[in-house]
């Protein structure tokens, strides 16, 4: 199998277990073989799913980057 074919089946892989909410997008970016979330959010985009944030985890993001600017 090429490496791009079996890329792309590993993406698939990944994609899936993600949108059945069965791991996390960390997880998700480890079995696909990619090196970040970012880039296994542009992933996701390329198979038309949407990244399980809310507005909950927003403020949270915020108030950890506060923090971590005050020191």
Request: hydrophobic share 40%; net charge positive; no cysteine.
């Amino acid at each position: 199998m090429g490496k791009k074919v079996e890329q792309s089946v590993i993406e698939t892989i990944a994609v899936d277990l993600y949108r059945r909410q069965q791991i996390s997008l960390g997880k998700a970016a480890e079995i696909a073989r990619v090196p970040s979330k970012w880039q296994m959010g542009q992933i996701l985009v390329k198979y038309d799913v949407w990244l399980d944030y809310t507005a909950e985890d927003a403020e949270q993001d915020w108030n950890r980057l506060r923090k971590v600017l005050k020191t």
